[in-house]
C-alpha cells in the first residue's frame, strides 16, 4: 500500500514532515527575479529553484507537497515546471502529493483523476501526465465525487488527502455545524472519509485514503483522531498560519498517524534574520531541520 511506503519513508528520515513547493516569483531570490521577462523564463526560474532545493533536502524530508495553483497562474509554461517538479522529486526518492483539491461528479471526476494517479489510453499506451502518489480532493460534493478517485487509488496503489478540517480561520463557518445526526459537517466527512478507505488500509492500520486536517484546530483534530484511528492525516497550517508543534500531538499515535506541511517557512527561509548570510539552499535546508526538531520534540 502506498501509505506504508509513506509512513515507511518518515520513518527512514525519522521526519514527519512534508514540504510544500509552493513556489512562485514572488519568492525566488532578487537575482533569479531580475533575469525573467517572460512566463517562459519564470517557468524555468521556479524549476530551478525547486530542483535546487530537492537536491538539497532530499536525505532530510521523505515527502513534497506542490500545490498547482502556484504554477497554474503561469499558464502552460507553469504547468511545465508542474510536472517537471514532480517528476524530479519522484525521481530522487520522494513522495510526492499534488495538492490539486480536484472535485466533481461521474466522468468529470475520472479525468481529473487520469491525470494524477490514474492513466488515459493512448492507442493502448497508459500516459499519466502528473504522476503523483497522493493528491489531495475536496469531498464536499460527496461519494460519487470521490469514488472516481477511490477506483484509481485501488488500482494504481495511490492515494489521496480528503479535505475534512481545514486550517483557515473561517473554515467554521460550515465545517463546525451540526447536523441532523447530532456531529459537525467535519466529523460526518470524517466518516465518510474512513468508509472510503476501507479497501486501502495497509499494514501499519492506517488508509491510502487519508484526511486533511488543520494544524490550527487542535480540539477538532483530536475528536477526529479518536473516532477515526484509521486515517493518516495530512497536516497543514504548521508555521506561517499559526500551527504549533506542541498542538500537532494529538494528530499522532506511538508517532504515527500524520505528515506535517511548511511551505513559505521553507521556501522563504533565506529571507527570515535567523538564516542572514545564507543562499536559499542552504537556508531551506536549516529551516527544515528546525521544523524536524521541533515536531519531534512533541510526537
Not at 513556489?23 to 525566488?28: A, E, M, N, P, S
Not at 460526518?188 to 488543520?214: C, E, F, R
Amino acid at each position: 500500500m502506498i501509505i506504508d511506503k509513506l509512513i515507511e519513508k518518515i520513518e527512514q528520515t525519522k521526519n514527519p514532515s512534508v514540504i510544500g513547493l509552493d513556489t512562485c516569483f514572488d519568492y525566488l531570490p532578487k537575482e533569479m527575479q531580475e533575469k525573467c521577462n517572460s512566463l517562459e523564463d519564470v517557468s524555468k526560474a521556479i524549476t530551478k529553484f525547486n530542483f535546487d532545493l530537492i537536491d538539497t533536502l532530499k536525505d532530510e524530508i521523505p515527502a513534497v507537497k506542490v500545490q498547482v495553483a502556484y504554477y497554474e497562474m503561469y499558464g502552460v509554461e507553469g504547468m511545465k515546471a508542474f510536472r517537471d517538479t514532480i517528476k524530479y522529486a519522484r525521481d530522487n526518492g520522494l513522495m510526492v502529493i499534488a495538492d490539486v483539491k480536484r472535485n466533481d461528479i461521474g466522468s468529470t471526476a475520472s479525468c481529473y483523476s487520469r491525470a494524477y494517479i490514474g492513466a488515459s489510453d493512448i492507442n493502448g499506451k497508459k500516459i499519466t501526465p502528473f504522476e503523483s502518489d497522493f493528491i489531495t480532493v475536496n469531498g464536499y460534493l460527496g461519494s460519487d465525487g470521490i469514488l472516481p478517485f477511490v477506483k484509481d487509488c485501488e488500482q494504481n496503489d495511490k492515494g489521496l488527502f480528503v479535505l475534512v478540517k481545514t486550517s483557515n480561520p473561517t473554515s467554521g463557518e460550515l465545517q463546525d455545524l451540526n447536523m441532523e445526526n447530532g456531529k459537525t459537517l467535519y466529523n460526518n466527512m470524517a466518516s465518510l472519509v474512513d468508509k472510503w478507505g476501507q479497501t486501502t488500509i495497509g499494514k501499519y492500520g492506517y488508509s491510502s485514503i487519508g484526511a486533511v486536517v488543520g494544524a490550527t484546530h487542535k480540539e477538532q483534530a483530536l475528536l477526529i483522531r479518536k473516532e477515526h484511528p484509521h486515517l493518516f492525516f495530512l497536516i497543514p497550517g504548521y508555521g506561517a498560519q499559526g500551527g504549533k508543534a506542541e498542538d500537532l500531538a494529538v494528530c499522532f499515535e506511538n508517532g504515527k498517524g500524520g505528515i506535517v506541511n511548511s511551505s513559505r517557512g521553507i521556501l522563504c527561509a533565506y529571507k527570515k534574520p535567523e538564516y542572514a548570510g545564507l543562499d536559499y539552499k542552504q537556508a531551506a535546508l536549516k529551516a527544515a531541520i528546525n521544523m524536524k526538531k521541533d515536531i519531534t520534540r512533541f510526537i
